[in-house]
């Protein structure tokens, strides 16, 4: 089944807001991970979601019909619903932003709505950015890396931008930039 993985610097808010018109638009299913550990979780229909709830999430799925439950581990409720759109939304603390990432596992119509579902929030982003080893300074350009324009006005405004995990950071410039 193929999979899609896409990172991006985006501001919780922005994302949130592309989301929400996502759901609206597609009519989807949205369910909210409260705790990974003791699985909780929350469904909302399209209706019945708000910004605000969102906003307090970390990890959220999309999915086009009604989950299956009774799931007790996180792992037994992906391997139950596979088809899934998940976005974990990056964080923003402390002048640093963190990157977000979305990612499914689905084929047939349900990967051709997230693979549209992706290339319409890409349309307004940035793409191009250095990557700094901590470590060394080593620096080399990321061709495929995606950012909006509120992560680049963060950037050029002194935060520092990581990847979700790793001992690197990100410089949001073009590739003559360097």
């Given at each position: 089944m193929p999979k899609i993985n896409f990172q991006f610097h985006a501001m919780k808010e922005e994302t949130v807001q592309y989301l929400m018109q996502t759901i609206e638009k597609y009519d989807l299913i949205v369910i909210l991970i409260k705790s990974y550990s003791k699985l909780e979780y929350?469904?909302?229909d399209s209706k019945g979601i708000s910004p605000d709830t969102i906003m307090k999430c970390d990890e959220i799925f999309l999915m086009t019909k009604e989950p299956i439950e009774g799931?007790?581990?996180y792992i037994q409720f992906l391997r139950d619903n596979?088809?899934?759109l998940s976005i974990l939304l990056g964080k923003e603390e402390n002048s640093t932003l963190r990157e977000s990432k979305i990612s499914?596992?689905?084929d047939g119509q349900t990967l051709k709505l997230w693979r549209k579902?992706?290339?319409?929030?890409?349309?307004d982003m940035i793409k191009g950015a250095w990557v700094v080893s901590k470590i060394?300074?080593?620096t080399?350009?990321?061709k495929n890396h995606w950012y909006t324009h509120s992560a680049k006005k963060l950037f050029n405004q002194g935060w520092l931008i990581y990847p979700i995990a790793g001992?690197?950071?990100?410089k949001l410039e073009n590739h003559d930039t360097i």
């Open positions: 929350k469904i909302y799931a007790t581990t596979i088809g899934f499914c596992e689905a579902v992706i290339t319409e929030y890409k349309k060394d300074g080593t080399r350009y990321y001992n690197c950071l990100y």
